[in-house]
């Protein structure tokens, strides 16, 4: 899809991300000029009801929530030769890209970060909507560093004893094991899957690793495999902060924090600056300041 197309109301102005099924689009609202992003089902995807569905995902479910740490989804437009929803556009880079390239606001900032998708995640649920695909990937930092939990592609409404139905989806190392098992899930699959991106924030690297999805997936599971502690990897964290990670990634849901709201709590105890506060500590500085980022190998595992 190139520069200047017009779709709707909307003119292209460039292409941010392509995906499986969609491309996302910075676009130009023809009336008022203001920029949004949109998010364009692909050409050569036919558009059986199915496909539309799954392009859809969430994006319905969430059209009318406002919060300051989710992306606003403004409208879904089904038309039957190209349907795209409508989103703000947030102009910055998702929180992996920061990673990668050692944005120093990322570490500088990483308790308030982690307060931020958790308020826009306690917001989720307490509309009763699970995310299901919480990563770095998905977590926007604006260049006015506003950080905005985005893609609903896997957001379901909370149902009573939900279970994954036919095959897992999620993505390999964010998946909490219960999702894994195909057993019942809540809330606390996306705690999980926000502990995981919390130790990658802290860390540079995923707790469970692997070339395989079956390696990384059983490490999740196994109660054998314990991940190393974060401040293994970088000692300057807070023993307190280190706590609240480890508290979302247990592999039992039932010793994980039982839901966001006590997760943010604990957050708002850890002093903001983890530098200086583990220095009063006396932690140890070796490796502080020295962190490295360790790229993994990410893959989605369709449902
Ligand atoms: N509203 C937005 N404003 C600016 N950039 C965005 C916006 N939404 C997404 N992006 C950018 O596009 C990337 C991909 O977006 P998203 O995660 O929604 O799609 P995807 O993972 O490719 O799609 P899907 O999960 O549906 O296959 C994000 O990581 C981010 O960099
Ligand atoms: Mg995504």
């Excluded at 992996?96 to 900032?109: F, M, T």
Aim: charged share 30%.
């Amino acid at each position: 899809m190139s520069f200047g197309k017009i779709i709707g109301d909307y003119e292209l102005i460039g292409k941010i991300n392509k995906g499986g099924i969609a491309e996302i689009h910075k676009a130009r609202h023809r009336g008022n000029g203001a920029l949004y992003a949109l998010r364009i089902m692909l050409p050569q995807i036919p558009k059986t009801a199915r496909n539309v569905r799954l392009f859809v995902g969430g994006a319905e479910i969430v059209k009318s929530l406002d919060h300051p740490n989710l992306v606003k989804v403004l409208d879904v437009v089904l038309s039957k030769e190209m349907p795209y929803v409508v989103m703000e556009y947030v102009e910055g880079n998702n929180l992996k890209h920061c990673l990668i390239h050692h944005d120093s606001r990322v570490q500088e900032g990483a308790v308030d970060i982690l307060m931020r998708i958790a308020q826009g995640l306690h917001f989720l649920h307490t509309c009763h909507i699970l995310h299901r695909d919480i990563k770095p990937e998905n977590i926007l930092i604006s260049d006015r560093t506003d950080v905005k939990i985005a893609d609903f592609s896997l957001a379901v409404r909370k149902g009573k004893d939900q279970v994954s139905s036919r095959s897992i989806s999620g993505s390999r190392s964010y998946i909490a094991p219960e999702r894994i098992l195909l057993k019942r899930y809540d809330e606390r699959s996306d705690i999980y899957s926000f502990g995981i991106t919390a130790y990658e924030l802290l860390t540079g690297r995923v707790p469970y690793a692997g070339t395989t999805d079956q390696e990384v997936l059983s490490k999740h599971v196994s109660r054998w495999v314990r991940p190393q502690s974060v401040r293994r990897w970088n000692p300057s964290v807070p023993r307190q902060l280190e706590e609240i990670v480890m508290g979302c990634m247990r592999k039992d849901p039932a010793e994980r924090y039982p839901h966001v709201g006590l997760v943010i709590r604990d957050l708002e105890q850890v002093p903001r600056d983890a530098r200086r506060s583990s220095e009063q500590e006396g932690g140890d500085k070796r490796q502080a300041g020295n962190l490295r980022y360790n790229p993994v190998d990410e893959e989605v595992a369709e449902e």
